[in-house]
C-alpha cells in the first residue's frame, strides 16, 4: 500500500464554478467572454467602481457653459481600451459599434443644428419652423394627392405612393413659387432655428465623445462580469443573506431567460421561418411572438425552482455554505481605487479642465 497520505479536495484547492481547462469562452450577463482577460483579473468591486468614476469624470467635460474637449478625449481612449480589452467576441463587437453609431450620429446633429449655442464663427442660421402651423388649401396639396390617386390605381401600393408624392410636392413647391390660401393659424410649440456655430460644434463633438467613452466602458463592465462574482462580492461585503439570495435568482432566472429564447429561436428556424425574405414589420412580428413560448416556461421555471427549494428544505433563516467564487483584494485593485479618487477629483473637485490646463501651459 502507499504510504503517502489523501487529501481531501475542498473548495479553497479547487474553487466553485471555474471554467474546466482548454475552455476558450464563459457566460456572462450579456453573450460570452474570453476566460482570461486582461480587464477580468480586477476585481469586480474595483471594476464597477472604476467605470463609475470614469463617467462621472466625462459626465463634466460635457458641460454646456464650458466644453472640455480635450479631456474628453483623453478620458475616451482608456474607455475604447477597456472595450477592447473586456474579451467579448469579434461579432459581437461589431454589432455593438453599429448600435453605437446612429444614436452618436443622432446626439451630433441635435446638438449642432437645434441647440443653438454662441460662438464667434457662424456657418448657418435659418429659421426652420415659426413657431405656428398654417392651415390652408395649396396647389401643391392637389398635386400630392393626385399623384397618390394615380400611384395606387397603377400598383395598388400606398406606401411608396406616398413617398413618391411627397418628393415631388418638394421638388415642384421649391422651384415654381404655388399659389395658397390660408385658413387659420395655430401655435405649435416654439419656434426652431438652424443655429450652427464654432462653438456649437465643439459641443456637439464633445458629447459624441464623451457619451461613447461611457457606452463603451459600460458595454466592457457588463460583459466582463458574471453573476458569481457579483455574489462572491456581496458575501464578501457580508450582505444579509436574503438580499444575496434574492439577486443570485434574478440572475439565474435572467441566465435560464436566454437560453430559453436560443432554443425557441432555434425552434423557430427549424420550422423555416426564414426561409423567404421577411419585411422588417414581419421580422418585428416574429419577435413578439416569442413572448407567449417566454412568458409560459418563465412560469414553469420558477415552479420548477420553488419545488427545488422545497424539496432540499430550503429557508432564507439557515446558514448556507460560502460556495460562491471571490476574489481577493490585491495589489492592482488598490492600483485601481488611486485611479478612481484622480478621476473622482476630476469628475467633483475643482479642476479647470485639461483644455483650460492646456491653453495655459501654450
Known sequence: MSSQKYVPTTLENTPYLQPPPGR??????????????????????????????????????????????????????????????????????????????????SLFLTWALVNPVPGNFVFIQQQVYAGFIVVSVAVWQLIWLAIVAAYYWWKRAIVNGILLASAVALV???????????????????????????????LAFTKVVSYSGMMLSTIALVV??????????????????????????????????????????????????????????????DLASIAVPMVAMMIRRSSE????????????????????????????????VAVCLVLLYMAVGPFPGLTTLTQRWW
Not at 457566460?27 to 469586480?44: C, D, G, K, N, Y
Request: charged residues 15%; glycine residues 2%.
Open 305 to 336: 425552482i420553488g419545488d427545488a427549494l422545497l424539496a432540499r428544505g430550503y429557508t432564507l433563516r439557515q446558514q448556507s455554505m460560502d460556495f460562491y467564487e471571490t476574489s481577493p483584494w490585491r495589489a492592482i485593485d488598490w492600483a485601481v
Open 224 to 285: 466582463t462580469s458574471r453573476d458569481v462574482e457579483f455574489m462572491g462580492a456581496l458575501r464578501q461585503l457580508h450582505i444579509p443573506q436574503p438580499i444575496i439570495f434574492f439577486l443570485s435568482t434574478v440572475f439565474r432566472a435572467l441566465n435560464l431567460a436566454l437560453n430559453d429564447y436560443e432554443t425557441i429561436y432555434q425552434a423557430q428556424i427549424a420550422r423555416a421561418v426564414n426561409a423567404q425574405p421577411r419585411s422588417f414589420v414581419r421580422r418585428l412580428r
Open 172 to 202: 415642384i413647391s421649391y422651384l415654381v413659387p404655388l399659389p395658397s390660401w390660408p385658413l387659420a393659424q395655430v401655435p405649435v410649440f416654439h419656434s426652431l432655428t438652424l443655429y450652427v456655430s464654432d462653438q456649437g460644434l465643439l
Open 24 to 105: 476558450r469562452y464563459v457566460r456572462s450577463f450579456l453573450f460570452s467572454r474570453r476566460v482570461h482577460t486582461p480587464l477580468a483579473s480586477i476585481h469586480v468591486l474595483a471594476r464597477v467602481l472604476l467605470v463609475m468614476c470614469l463617467s462621472a469624470a466625462q459626465l463634466r467635460t460635457m458641460s454646456t457653459t464650458h466644453p472640455d474637449i480635450v479631456g474628453a478625449v483623453v478620458l475616451w481612449i482608456p474607455s475604447v481600451l477597456f472595450f477592447f480589452l473586456s474579451g467579448m467576441h469579434e461579432k459581437v463587437a461589431r454589432v455593438y459599434l453599429l448600435l453605437i453609431i446612429p444614436t452618436l450620429l
